[in-house]
């Protein structure tokens, strides 16, 4: 697999979803052929060229058969396809995971897999190494730790693994996230920003196009990697809590906007009926105590960890909610900046 991944065929499982469609999006810009599965076809007509460079495959991805046709003669299959609203995350994650492995390994490709914090307990806080132990707190926590399993078992059967684990995902495409569902009201103009976490403690976010910059880097060099490859981004480490909140107050002119605690109570309550909002609270723990991926080894190999600065991130991000009117697509993004303006992740 050569630099430029010219020739080669990606299939993106969860192209419509943020992370996915920000994967999808880089692969086509580095020359990739790029197939996005999903259930329901495009809207534009599959004879017509796709602005955002990805041929649209109709399928789903719990259909093994489905998903080795749309596979036929691909390098890499980005694994990015998670249960809408966190719902049935037991009787869908691994099926949909076992289909890739499949076609990964008929096709001897690599599988990228963006990873989560979800496969640790406190046991590997509060700076966590690619080996560190996996002893989930969550029922989420421990499928992610078997699906990884069984991604690693893979190797052995002939495919190629990739995982780049990251913290909370925010951006312009981002979908469900903490970001927008949890600091900001959906649906709403911010009024004011809500606070999952104590005071005083970190928390690590991931902005989506310095993740999908990041994965490119590591898979234009394919050669080096090996065929079981894991790294951490360190992303954005919100030291105490706060900078998050205040680069959005700032971002939308309004410096004042009031910061209030998250009602975890009433989280649980309203998960009662919705569980979105009961498998949130499952996640309680990781805003209770610093939780902070380490990235050395990520920037030993790659010199440093693509990182847009947070001012942007955020406006980026408000702008893509419609909280904010689109500025030129010319302001500083990982990848797409000039020199000058890079900033490489530190680590402490």
Known sequence: MQATGKDRIALVLGATGGIGGELARALAARGWTVRGLRRKPAEQSQSQPQPDGIEWVVGDAMNAADVAAAAEGAALIVHA?????????????LPMVDNSIAAA???????????????????????IPETAAQNPLTRKGAIRVEMERRLHRAVQQGARLLILRCGD??????????????????????????QPGRPGIGHQWAYLPDVAETAMRLLDREAE????????????????????????????????????RMPWWLLRLAGVAVPLFRELGEMRYLWQRPVRLDNRRLRAFLGEEPHTPLEFAVRRTLEGLGHLPAQPADMPEAGRYSPDLAISSRQG
């Open 81 to 93: 396809v998670n249960p809408p609203g966190y719902k049935d995350w037991d009787r869908l994650v």
């Open 169 to 194: 995902f925010f951006g312009p495409k981002a979908g469900n996230s903490w970001f927008n569902q949890g600091l900001l009201t959906p649906g709403k103009p911010p009024t004011r920003i809500n």
């Open 105 to 127: 390994c008929a096709n001897r490709a690599r599988i990228l897999l963006p990873g989560t914090v979800y496969n640790y307990g406190p046991d590997a806080f509060p700076l």
């Open 225 to 260: 990697l090996g065929d079981d490859a894991m790294f951490h981004m360190d992303g954005h480490w919100d030291a105490d809590g706060s900078q998050m909140a205040a680069a959005i107050a700032r971002a939308l002119g309004s410096p004042g906007l009031p910061v209030r």
